[in-house]
């Protein structure tokens, strides 16, 4: 359906600007666009690989048993059924640091195993378990010290304080993990 809309948007603008007589201006913002959208692939590739590769070797040197710890008081309230030195428990610290610094890309391939070493441990396999939900609702709410992917595309687009954003950032996602949470644990999220 949204291809749709998209393709039907692209030749109403198509039709329109040949018919105005600005097809030069037309052709100009096509080529413009796909330059723009390269130079922010690019910007957004380098950005993933370097701290997925950071990440990578953050968890082989044993940076996911330090981080497990220190994170562990919070995430033992917010997952009680989980053993604490369990892989699923890891993961989600894992996750949950990566999204910290802001690298929610970064921090997707920790959660796709978190979810799949939670999905294992439940103890029904056709129903979503509490700890599924909670962490679904904490990786979606993606809380960020240092919202780092941001910063850097907005240093790309020209910004002189890229990171002027922190304190909305702070409130808006410490905000949308509170509610976030206490929905998930009003409505079962904690059973």
């Known amino acids: 359906m949204i ?3 998209f393709g039907a948007l ?3 603008s198509a039709v329109t600007g040949m018919i105005l007589g600005r097809g030069s201006q037309l052709a100009q913002g096509v080529l413009d666009g796909a330059a723009d959208s ?6 957004m590739a380098g950005m993933i690989l370097l701290w997925s ?12 048993a330090v981080m ?3 994170l562990s008081p919070a995430l033992r309230l917010l997952f009680r059924g989980l053993p604490r030195d369990s892989r699923a428990m890891k993961l989600i610290s894992m996750n949950v640091s990566a999204n910290l610094l802001g690298l929610g890309n970064a921090a997707t391939p920790f959660g796709l195993s978190a979810m799949k070493e939670l999905k ?7 129903t ?4 599924m939900i909670t962490f679904v609702v904490m990786n979606t709410a993606s809380i960020q010290l240092m919202p780092t992917m941001i910063g850097a595309l907005r240093q790309m687009y020209g910004s002189r304080e890229p990171f002027v954003i922190l304190p909305c950032v702070w409130i808006s996602s410490a905000c949308a993990l509170t509610a976030g949470l206490t929905i998930a644990k009003l409505f079962g999220g904690g059973k």
């Open 3 to 5: 291809n749709r809309i």
């Open 10 to 12: 692209i030749l109403i």
């Open 38 to 43: 390269v130079k922010l692939l690019t910007t």
């Open 53 to 64: 590769g950071i990440m990578e070797i953050a968890e082989r040197g044993g940076f996911t």
């Open 68 to 70: 497990s710890r220190v």
């Open 120 to 126: 294992r441990l439940s103890p029904r396999d056709d």
């Open 128 to 131: 979503a378990s509490g700890d």
